[in-house]
């Protein structure tokens, strides 16, 4: 278990919660990898996973995620995730991005040890009382597909230039990430409007109690200070707002502010919180090493 | 633990190795690296870095390194700025033009190049779209008072915000910062220590500013030189502070030492005029008062009342009178006493410490009111260069031939230099014009 954050010890300095999210990253991101793994330093993964509005995408991501009650209960009953948010999310990140950047023996071995933990995650959900196998391809591809829809959704509205081309190319190329963790090539859904059609078609999906309560932590996680969590909710409502309407309704969210939602704030918002992320050590070192490969 | 100006500077120093392998090749890269709010932030860092003492270790850290790390623009892309702004590519517009920038700067770039007539010239051309995104960044205020009140508390986030504002929208205008160094150049044309490059109007537009190429010593090599040479450095420094303010009642806000060039013998040169305060007369009055209260009538109901007219302190404050001429002395120190005195880097981060000072007696009722802080930040500047050139003089005797209420004679070798050109100019400037 994690020491609590150390909140005497600078109370302003409210960053600090960030720094598991920046190590992730400069772990991720090796500093002499033996190639360019599974994806190449030229595809559009490389491309879209370095823009700035990722953490939005990841909010968005999560939300979407938190509503199948199978997937739900297995996070529910099998993490630790509650006495630790921001750890937890640390490790998603790390995962993909080791998994983008890291070389191929590298994203072999992350997802070599994501396969290896879900087939101890088994159980019952309380809610609908159905079995759960986190080793499921069905909800792998759950968890997969409302994670590279949030992706496109969000890049394309507040990152920069992905045009529908480049979406599908992206779609199609993540492929291999569902592959990794062991859903059958030829059941991942590979344009963006075979995505769109996969996500509608997935039942039964409602917000469980626990789904709710996952939310609301990733909403206001503890340990942020007073500013930071301002900002920090701000990016939670523009995720939010970003939600298809029917996702709102499940969970009783009303539809957004226009203005918040518009494009140059956020991305206003997401450039002043990637500054206090750049800020932390190795970040910008990191981001630099993904630059210069993609330029080679 | 202090911390000493020296380390405030090493947060704001100019990078001095350029990363050419991740020059910036589109706008759309610029705005990635600069717009969205980065640009600002930074540069409000930057302002703040004499703020310093209160500013959580992280922000500190991460104005630190993101002054480190903007990258400059490709050839290509100050190439299309050139192009757009002056009409032609750069090879055509400059007899030589060197396609790697020299040095960088908060929004722009420095390139070395020569003129069809021949001069040597530096030519700032500035990353394209950020003005634009700056502005349309400063709309966004209540963003803006988020991050400040988080990266600065105990700051009056209102006044530095719109001090920022209205600093950031005179930077992005380089046609208001031609202006104002060709003030300080032509005021202080043929003056015997100070030198200021001037501008090469026709090479320069709102984005473009092209002014005389100056070489000579960075700050960091000066630390390295005799203790004689770097007192008549800070004198010059001193002397140009104080000359700016009193005659020209317009001063440099930008004080870190990477806007000073050095030449030896107490010749300086002073560049980047991009953050330029203009006084008038009403908004000195009150800093000449107290200081004559002070110093010359050792008055305290007299100094006390001078910083109320100023707003520095709320009238009425229950504090009494010692109090506040020792708390607010301190910032006169150096001129109390007709003697040499030593600025020390432990003076100058007892300055800036008390100057932040949130919980001393005085705190509830002092504020800088908008009109002073770029100058309070300029004397803040002050103390630290001083202070890292460990420098000794007698401050009151230099600063008095300055003061309204005293013009004192020149009272060092620089100083009658001074007064040998003040007259000379005085001539030419009378002199019948034809």
């Known amino acids: 278990m994690r020491p609590e954050p150390e909140v005497d010890r600078q109370p302003a300095s409210s960053l600090d919660i960030l720094e598991p999210l920046a190590r992730a990253l400069t772990r991720s991101v090796a500093e002499r990898p033996a190639d360019d793994g599974l994806f190449g330093a030229r595809s559009v993964v490389w491309r879209v996973h370095r823009d700035r509005s990722f953490a939005l995408a990841g909010i968005r991501s999560l939300m979407v995620q938190a509503l199948h009650p199978l997937a739900m209960a297995g996070v529910a009953q099998h993490s630790n995730w509650e006495q630790d948010p921001i750890g937890r999310l640390a490790a998603t990140s790390g995962y993909i991005l080791t998994v983008t950047y890291g070389d191929t023996a590298a994203a072999q071995q992350a997802g070599a040890r994501v396969r290896a933990i879900h087939r101890h995650v088994n159980g019952t959900d309380n809610v609908t009382g159905l079995e759960y196998h986190a080793a499921d391809p069905a909800l792998l591809l759950w968890i997969h597909a409302a994670m590279v829809d949030s992706i496109v959704h969000i890049v394309q509205r507040y990152g920069r230039t992905l045009d529908a081309a480049d979406a599908d190319r992206y779609v199609a190329q993540m492929v291999g990430f569902a592959e990794l963790v062991g859903v059958p090539a030829d059941q991942v859904p590979a344009s963006v409007a075979a995505l769109q059609q996969y996500i509608e078609s997935v039942e039964p999906l409602r917000a469980t109690p626990a789904a709710i309560h996952a939310i609301s932590v990733v909403l206001d996680p503890p340990g942020l200070g007073e500013d930071m969590r301002e900002l920090w909710h701000d990016i939670g409502q523009v995720a939010i707002g970003t939600l298809p309407g029917w996702v709102r309704a499940m969970y009783g969210f009303g539809p957004p502010d226009p203005e918040l939602m518009e494009r140059e704030q956020v991305r206003q918002l997401i450039g002043a919180l990637d500054l206090g992320f750049e800020s932390l050590p190795g970040v910008v070192e990191a981001r630099e090493r993904i630059e210069l490969r993609m330029r080679r | ?434």
């Open chain 2, 1 to 434: 633990m202090a911390r000493s100006p020296q380390l405030l500077f090493a947060s704001v120093e100019r990078r001095t190795e350029l990363r050419h392998d991740l020059a910036l090749r589109s706008a759309e890269e610029v705005a990635e690296e600069l717009g969205y709010m980065k640009g600002v932030l930074m540069k409000l860092g930057q302002m703040a870095s004499y703020v310093d003492e209160d500013m959580p270790a992280t922000f500190r850290a991460a104005m630190g390194r993101l002054q480190h790390n903007a990258p400059p623009m490709s050839p290509e892309l100050a190439s299309s700025v050139i192009a757009a702004e002056l009409g032609g590519a750069p090879e055509r517009v400059f007899a030589k033009w060197d396609a790697w920038p020299f040095a960088a700067a908060s929004i722009g770039q420095v390139h070395r190049a020569i003129t069809k007539d021949g001069k040597a010239v530096a030519v700032k051309v500035q990353y394209p779209g950020i003005a634009r995104s700056i502005t349309s960044d400063l709309r966004n205020v209540g963003l803006l008072r988020r991050v400040v009140s988080a990266a600065f508390p105990g700051m009056d986030t209102q006044s530095f915000i719109e001090e920022l504002g209205e600093r950031l929208r005179e930077e992005v205008d380089y046609v208001l910062e031609a202006d104002n160094q060709e003030l300080f150049a032509q005021y202080y044309e043929g003056h015997p220590v100070i030198h200021v490059p001037h501008v090469v109007r026709d090479l320069s537009t709102a984005r473009v500013l092209t002014t005389e190429l100056v070489s000579g010593e960075r700050f960091e090599k000066v630390l390295e030189w005799d203790q004689h040479e770097r007192n008549m450095a800070a004198e010059t420094i001193n002397r140009f502070v104080s000359r700016s303010l009193y005659r020209l009642h317009a001063f440099n806000g930008d004080p870190h030492p990477g806007n000073y060039l050095f030449h030896g013998h107490g010749r300086v040169s002073f560049l980047d005029f991009g953050l330029t305060k203009h006084f008038n007369d009403q908004d000195l009055v009150p800093l000449v008062e107290a200081l004559r209260c002070l110093v010359i009538e050792k008055d305290g109901d007299c100094f006390r009342s001078a910083l109320e007219r100023a707003g520095f302190l709320k009238p009425g404050a229950p504090v009494p009178t010692e109090t506040v001429v020792d708390r607010f002395g301190l910032f006169y120190s150096t001129v109390l006493q007709d003697a040499p005195m030593t600025i020390t880097p432990a003076f100058a981060s007892a300055i800036v410490r008390r100057f932040f000072d949130a919980k001393g007696p005085l705190a509830p009722y002092s504020d800088v009111p908008r009109t002073y802080v770029i100058l309070q930040r300029i004397n803040l500047g002050l103390y630290a260069v001083l202070g890292s050139l460990n420098a000794t003089a007698n401050w009151r005797r230099i600063g008095q031939e300055l003061w309204p209420f005293v013009l004192g004679p020149a009272s060092t070798p620089i100083g009658e230099a001074e007064a040998r050109w003040e007259l000379e100019r005085a001539g030419r400037n009378l002199a019948p014009v034809g």
